[in-house]
């Protein structure tokens, strides 16, 4: 009887002398936009069903998940998307890795970004200026669509020509022309 009192206490002691990790004024949202400000600073900014607009400094992370990000200032880490759009206005900065899965990819004049720029299955629009501090590896988004066209302009095939010969065999029987 002490033994399942004791697991129990044991439990609830450890719950409520647990330090609470710290936080540092981090972003996380889930349906609701983040707003960063030169006056209001984040670290990581992370965001699932919503957007993440950055007019000021994140000295983190940007990750966000079916959402949009607009850069107009400056992230001193990554900037990651999956399935939404990326825009980084004129003079914005990237200090780490751009990274976008299915969406568009839109950077505007003198953009930096400081090591990668990754895009899967988006479209890039980056003018010249566009400094990249790695590799650029960009997927253009019909590539995608490749594979499925192929497979089912090849299942058309084969079905027109099971139909023809379906229909060779059937007219085979009747002497030509056939009489009404």
């Known amino acids: 009887m002490k033994t399942t009192l004791l697991v129990p206490l044991l439990a609830t002691v450890l719950a409520l002398t647990a330090i609470p990790a710290p936080a540092d004024r981090d972003a996380v949202q889930f349906g609701t936009d983040i707003d960063v400000t030169a006056a209001n600073p984040v670290k990581d900014a992370v965001c699932f069903f919503c957007s993440v607009r950055v007019d000021g400094k994140v000295n983190g992370d940007i990750v966000v998940f079916f959402g949009s990000v607009h850069l107009a ?22 200090h780490g890795d751009m990274v976008s899965f299915f969406g568009s990819v839109r950077l505007g004049e003198n953009v930096t970004v400081g090591k990668d720029l990754v895009a899967f299955f988006v479209s890039l629009q980056a003018p010249p200026s566009v400094t990249i501090g790695g590799d650029r590896v960009v997927v253009p ?40």
């Open 73 to 94: 200032g400056e992230a001193h880490h990554d900037v990651v998307n999956f399935f939404g759009n990326i825009t980084a206005e004129d003079n914005s900065s990237i």
């Open 141 to 180: 988004g019909w590539i995608i669509s490749l594979p499925p066209l192929i497979l089912i302009l090849v299942i058309l095939v084969i079905v027109f020509e099971l139909r023809s010969r379906r229909r060779r065999q059937l007219l085979s029987g009747y002497p030509f022309p056939p009489h009404p």
